[in-house]
């Protein structure tokens, strides 16, 4: 059954480096997302993706973040100044369209020392 | 930030019963409403969805109701099995937003007992 992919599974990096997260979505998919969550918290919307821009984001997604999707397969997100407030599971999603279910990534558990 | 709002933290019910986990929504705008469950360590996987032009969809074991009077829905998981015992979470869409974004509840922890 296709899966959305996503690595590392976990990174530690230090506060004020650059991470890439990295995320391979269903082949036949059109729309990319990214999630996070903060442990104890809710499930938060950060960004969704279509047509090689994004789509929709959220106040949580400021100038810190970026996504690309640099080739045919890949989806990434790009912090580019970690803050100890990023550590979270941030998961990846795709669906075929805006209104069919978004299927969901491993989750890559970044932790910001 | 309370859109969707999952009330009850923890359920525990018996395998073989009934299980019914309950969801409230407040934006009037969305139509399009899906149960996700989570295992500790893994993403969410999706289970079962409904719009909001149907008040019933039904999937196996799992059925979904829709009430948008009261802006509630619920899921019921007959006869439940030790494996369903995971986090359930609520999540729902508008329709007018162009990248479709889920709005989660807090999640439930279900527990099923042998």
């Known amino acids: 059954e296709p899966e959305v992919t996503q690595t590392p599974s976990h990174q530690v990096t230090q506060m004020g480096q650059e991470v890439i997260l990295r995320c391979v979505p269903i082949?036949?998919?059109?729309?990319f997302y990214w999630y996070r969550q903060i442990l104890g918290q809710k499930v938060e919307f950060l960004v969704s993706f279509y047509n090689n821009e994004i789509s929709e984001k959220s106040e949580i997604f400021d100038d810190q973040f970026s996504v690309e999707r640099p080739d045919g397969s890949n989806f990434t997100l790009k912090i580019r100044s970690t803050k100890l407030e990023d550590s979270a599971m941030y998961f990846c999603a795709s669906s075929e369209g805006a209104h069919f279910e978004a299927f969901f990534g491993q989750g890559t558990r970044l932790t910001v020392v | 930030d309370q859109q969707v709002k999952q009330n009850s933290p923890s359920l525990s019910v018996q395998e073989g019963r009934i299980s019914i986990l309950n969801c409230d929504y407040t934006n009037s705008m969305f139509d399009y409403f899906l149960w996700y469950k989570k295992y500790p360590a893994e993403g969410p996987t999706f289970l079962i969805s409904?719009?909001?032009?149907?008040d019933k969809n039904e999937d196996g074991r799992f059925t979904v109701f829709l009430n948008k009077s009261a802006k509630h829905l619920s899921l019921h998981i007959v006869p439940s099995q030790p494996g369903d015992s995971a986090v359930y979470f609520c999540?729902?869409?508008?329709?007018?937003?162009?990248?479709?974004?889920?709005?989660f509840g807090e999640g439930t922890q279900l527990t099923v007992n042998p």
């Open positions: 082949s036949n998919h059109l729309y």
């Open positions: 409904i719009s909001s032009i149907k």
């Open positions: 999540a729902a869409s508008e329709a007018d937003t162009s990248g479709s974004r889920l709005t």
